[in-house]
């Protein structure tokens, strides 16, 4: 009998995408875990036990994804939940004109979410849940980095209108986005560990401080949950209040 959870997680070995993956495990899903670095994913797969397994893959290649999912699709029993992490933070000014830096964000920000999205689609159950995990960034905009803005502001518009697209509504599925805005994880060091930055940050949040992994984690959970079955094309912020003042 297939898993009633079965939950596949990108970009999953650090941050945001690691505590979901172990939140979800502990909520009682079966959770795929992700991402490109061999040690966290071993690590990762020690912390699941039984409740996970792990899925070497970079969401940027192309053929590795086509290959990830064609051999998932042969395990027979689907997914219920897809949560769509894996990204990039920082690029150059694009009056840098940095070609390199901003194939790399766009191939893992955008493309690679649109094409894991893509695969990922035939082996989704009826009534199966996605997840993209976009940023405050994409609402508000973000001085400095208006690549990675960009990008996030490309995944809400992309979530919100596939998810409630006919042919997904013809079999339950449901498309929201979550939205952070400042969280500590390893991505967000160079800003936690500058006094200066961390202050700056936090004044511009109504709750004065920066959030959790954990808390991103718990909006997730809800939207693979049953708790929000009627729930579609949305975008929950988890930022403190950051982008409604």
Not at 61 to 87: E, H, K, M, P, Y
Not at 131 to 150: M, T
Not at 154 to 159: D, L, N, T, V
Request: aromatic share 6%; proline share 5%; glycine share 12%.
């Amino acid at each position: 009998m297939p898993t009633r959870f079965k939950t596949l997680v990108t970009g999953a070995t650090s941050g945001i995408g690691r505590g979901t993956a172990l939140h979800l495990a502990a909520q009682g899903h079966y959770v795929i875990v992700a991402g490109q670095n061999p040690a966290r994913l071993a690590d990762l797969s020690r912390a699941l036990g039984r409740d996970g397994e792990t899925l070497k893959l970079d969401v940027a290649d192309l053929d590795a994804v086509a290959t990830a999912f064609g051999g998932l699709g042969r395990q027979g029993d689907g997914l219920s939940g897809l949560v769509i992490n894996a990204g990039v933070s920082h690029a150059p000014d694009p009056a840098e004109l940095d070609l390199p830096a901003y194939d790399r964000l766009m191939n893992i920000n955008v493309r690679g979410a649109v094409m894991t999205c893509a695969h990922a689609l035939p082996l989704l159950r009826n009534g199966a849940s996605i997840v993209f995990i976009g940023s405050v960034a994409g609402r508000r905009g973000q001085p400095g980095n208006a690549l990675y803005a960009g990008s996030k502001g490309f995944i809400r518009a992309f979530a919100r209108t596939l998810g409630t697209a006919p042919d997904i509504m013809e079999r339950g599925i449901r498309v929201n986005v979550v939205s952070p805005g400042p969280i500590e994880t390893p991505m967000t060091e160079h800003a936690t560990n500058n006094p200066e930055i961390r202050a700056y940050v936090e004044g511009m949040v109504p709750m004065r401080r920066w959030g959790h992994a954990s808390e991103v984690a718990a909006a997730v959970a809800f939207f693979l949950s049953d708790a929000a079955s009627f729930t579609t094309g949305a975008d929950l912020t988890v930022d403190g209040g950051m982008s409604h003042v």
